[in-house]
């Protein structure tokens, strides 16, 4: 996992791919409409979306992992709550659902992990390793939040 701001991703990735990903991170704003578009075919998808927050308890809110993509999160209006742990010291619910590129894990509290409070100018990568749960809210209450998820599929990476 990385969590940086938005402004210092040059000194974690050097690709080109990665040039293409923080273009269109920097063009997103409170207009940005939910959708999902594909910025090199199935390799690189971003989608944006909004939603509530919710109570860290709430079964919305999904402990998971990726195979195929990388996820790379960033809040583009509000605030949330994204939890991390070892995927290897989970428990996980089922087998790999392929169409979903996901595996859900049980809502263990591993002895290590760690909470990401995102806001606007913060970015987050995840890699397959990386059991991450957003959708939490911050502040002990519920807000409406904007935000975007970048797909890079794994074999676009390198550094």
Do not use: C
Not at 88 to 111: Q, V
Request: charged share 30%; aromatic share 12%.
């Amino acid at each position: 996992m990385i969590v940086d701001e938005i402004r210092n991703w040059k000194i974690h990735f050097k690709n080109p791919v990665w040039e293409l990903v923080f273009a269109e991170i920097k063009s997103l704003n409170n207009r940005t409409p939910d959708r999902e578009k594909k910025i090199q075919n199935d390799d690189i998808i971003l989608k944006v979306f909004s939603y509530e927050t919710v109570a860290p308890t709430d079964p919305a809110a999904e402990l998971e992992t990726h195979r195929t993509y990388i996820d790379i999160h960033t809040t583009i209006t509000g605030s949330e709550r994204i939890d991390w742990y070892p995927a290897s010291l989970l428990t996980a619910k089922g087998f790999y659902n392929e169409e979903e590129d996901a595996i859900y894990y049980e809502r263990e509290e591993p002895s290590i992990g760690a909470a990401v409070k995102m806001y606007p100018g913060i970015f987050a990568a995840f890699w397959p390793d990386d059991a991450h749960m957003p959708r939490i809210m911050t502040g002990g209450k519920a807000e409406l939040i904007k935000k975007a998820v970048f797909k890079i599929k794994l074999d676009l990476i390198t550094f």
